[in-house]
């Protein structure tokens, strides 16, 4: 399995950007996608996750209500929209995936992901 995502970009802060992450499906009825990010200098944080059929979403405190996660099985595409980006979103964002649906406490463990794709950068001038 080879993730890539795409979509990053440097953007002013109130901007909204859509990330895409692909393969991560692959018309398979049991997944799960999560979306991570990395700024310099700090620990990668969980960001927001998708189960298979969309059965539950989970996203990070600092996210919510921000960020939606979301599914194309059609087109294997996972995305993550990014609204009201602010600087503290500044980081390299990563997809990775597992075909395995995890329960909704395990969706924002960075360990139960078996597959993850190279990063895109996001960055948020004030």
């Known amino acids: 399995v080879q993730l890539q995502a795409s979509g990053g970009g440097a953007v002013q802060a109130g901007d909204s950007l859509r990330l895409s992450c692909a393969g991560s499906?692959?018309?398979?009825?049991?997944?799960?996608v999560g979306w991570f990010r990395q700024a310099p200098g700090r620990e990668r944080e969980f960001v927001a996750a998708?189960?298979?059929?969309?059965?539950?979403?989970r996203y990070a405190g600092s996210v919510k209500g921000r960020f939606f996660i979301s599914t194309d099985n059609a087109k294997d595409l996972v995305y993550l929209q990014m609204n009201t980006l602010n600087p503290e979103d500044t980081a390299i964002y990563y997809c990775?995936?597992?075909?395995?649906?995890?329960?909704?406490?395990?969706?924002?463990?960075?360990?139960?992901?078996?597959?993850w794709g190279p990063g895109t950068q996001v960055t948020v001038s004030s």
């Open positions: 990775a995936s597992t075909p395995r649906n995890l329960v909704y406490s395990a969706l924002s463990s960075d360990s139960q992901y078996d597959y």
């Open positions: 499906i692959r018309a398979s009825r049991s997944y799960s």
């Open positions: 998708i189960r298979a059929s969309a059965t539950y979403t």
